[in-house]
Nanobody
Framework: QVQLVESGGGLVQAGGSLRLSCAASGRPFSSYIMAWFRQAPGKEREFVAAINKRGSTTDYADSVKGRFTISRDNAKNTVYLQMNSLKPEDTAVYYC????????????????WGQGTQVTVSS
């Protein structure tokens, strides 16, 4: 029903920037609440940021506030995660997620997931 494809990950030095993209297909993009999560080796998947359907409301994990920005372009069916001032502890696989009804920080609230993109921050 909903397909999500992330891109933009890679290797960057501490203090650098990356922009992740997540392209969606399957239903009108403006009907999705979108979020980014990440999972580091040996750790649980954790919330990073979320954005509502119109892009008027966002939420961030405390660990990324002031450094990361989530945005969406409904005309391009794409959600973005601009990551600045990256730290080694930001190293993880980053996943985008979608849901039609819940604006949530909990992974279990999202029904659709991308395959993930690796972000590695070297010190």
């Amino acid at each position: 029903q909903v397909q999500l494809v992330e891109s933009g990950g890679g290797l960057v030095q501490a203090g650098g920037s990356l922009r992740l993209s997540c392209a969606a297909s399957g239903r009108p993009f403006s009907s999705y609440i979108m979020a980014w999560f990440r999972q580091a080796p040996g750790k649980e998947r954790e919330f990073v940021a979320a954005i509502n359907k119109r892009g008027s409301t966002t939420d961030y994990a405390d660990s990324v506030k002031g450094r990361f920005t989530i945005s969406r372009d409904n005309a391009k069916n794409t959600v973005y995660l601009q990551m600045n001032s990256l730290k080694p502890e930001d190293t993880a696989v980053y996943y985008c997620a979608a849901d039609f009804t819940r604006f949530s920080v909990l992974p279990g609230s999202y029904n659709y997931w991308g395959q993930g993109t690796q972000v590695t921050v070297s010190s």
